[in-house]
């Protein structure tokens, strides 16, 4: 693997303060929360698809899609969980490898077969409804493999943050620029496997970036404790590297 498999550290985090300005809309079936920028102020043909960690829609993924929208980019963050995410701190007593497997209730699964449709149907939402030419996606932990996985359905430009569960065939195959964040301290993403995923991106031929931040453990891109300096300037930083990113290569 080009990073590990998801742990409890996936699931531990601090909810953020402030109010979404999004709408919670349905693609086919399934939930999924729309963040719109603001009038006059969209790149035109262009969408960014939020592929969440564990925690699913949740506050504070719904004010960085706001924050996406802000930059001029439709951003549409999806429930890749059939309304079955864990919530923030509590996972309790269930296993997260189970959860994945079974789903909470031990009869819905959140695998590769049950989360691949929801992220093809997403884009395919946002070409079809939207008209959107030119799709970036962002993926922290657990949808950083689904970005990585989805360059072949229409993704163009990728952004991940403390990536779980990718596998090196499927870092090799991607089609286009990918950006990642990485935590200084991270089970799941450690040095050897950010120094494997850097020889992979080499030898793809596409534009990559890498940038580490001190200080920081997994999660610090979505749920860190803003109150820390150290952390609150990280997760600002990854968020400013996402953006760039896509202007310099979706724009």
Known sequence: ????????????????????????????????????????????????????????????????????????????????????????????????MTWLKEGSDGK???????????VEESIKFLKEQYGIKKIGSVGY???????????????????????????????????GPLSIAAAETDQIFPAEKRHKSEEILQKTGQPYQINLFSGTTHGFAVRCDLSDKVQKWSKEQAFNQAVAWFDQHLL
């Open 1 to 96: 693997m080009a990073s590990n498999p998801p742990a409890k550290c996936c699931t531990i985090g601090v909810k953020h303060e402030g109010e979404p300005t999004g709408k919670s809309i349905k693609v086919g079936s399934h939930d999924a929360y729309l963040a719109t920028p603001p009038e006059g102020k969209a790149h035109k043909d262009t969408a960014i698809l939020y592929l969440p960690d564990v925690l699913g829609i949740w506050q504070n993924a719904q004010l960085m899609a706001d924050q996406f929208a802000a930059n001029g980019y439709l951003t549409l963050l999806p429930d890749l969980f059939n309304g079955d995410p864990i919530p923030v701190n509590g996972l309790g007593g269930l296993d997260i």
């Open 108 to 118: 819905h699964p959140h695998t590769m077969e049950a989360v691949d449709p929801i």
């Open 141 to 175: 932990c657990f949808g950083a493999k689904y970005v990585v996985r989805h360059y072949k359905d229409g993704i163009n430009v990728g952004f991940v943050a403390h990536p779980s569960f990718v596998e090196e065939d499927e870092l090799a195959a991607i089609t």
